[in-house]
Nanobody, 118 residues
Framework: QVEVAESGGGLVQAGDSLRLSCVFF????????MGWFRQAPGEERELVAQ???????YEADSVKGRFTLSRDHAKNTVYLQMNSLKPEDTAIYYC????????????WGQGTQVTVSS
């Protein structure tokens, strides 16, 4: 049974940095693609970034150059480093996991709130 748990959200000012963490439990971490999604009020959930077991990353255009995703296989943890935060980054951020053989994210965390004030 795969579980993921996020932490690290909070209230920051525009231009600040924040690091989100997501711990993975229950299966072999190195077989899973890990992703970060976000959902702002009234908006659909969107993929922010994802990282493959081998470390290849994807970042959405809206965060490219500001957000960096990494994973630590020794700690079964992925990190989303968010720099130069903007008010439009305000959202609930969700960590998710999918087996490398599947196309759908099946395992989701509860989410962590990130609020960026102007």
């Amino acid at each position: 049974q795969v579980e993921v748990a996020e932490s690290g959200g909070g209230l920051v000012q525009a231009g600040d940095s924040l690091r989100l963490s997501c711990v993975f439990f229950g299966q072999t971490f190195s077989l899973y693609v890990m992703g970060w999604f976000r959902q702002a009020p009234g908006e659909e959930r969107e993929l922010v970034a994802q990282i493959t077991p081998g470390g290849s990353t994807y970042e959405a255009d809206s965060v490219k150059g500001r957000f960096t995703l990494s994973r630590d296989h020794a700690k079964n943890t992925v990190y989303l480093q968010m720099n130069s935060l903007k008010p439009e980054d305000t959202a609930i951020y969700y960590c998710a996991a999918k087996h490398r053989s599947t196309s759908i994210y099946e395992h989701w965390g509860q989410g962590t709130q990130v609020t960026v004030s102007s």
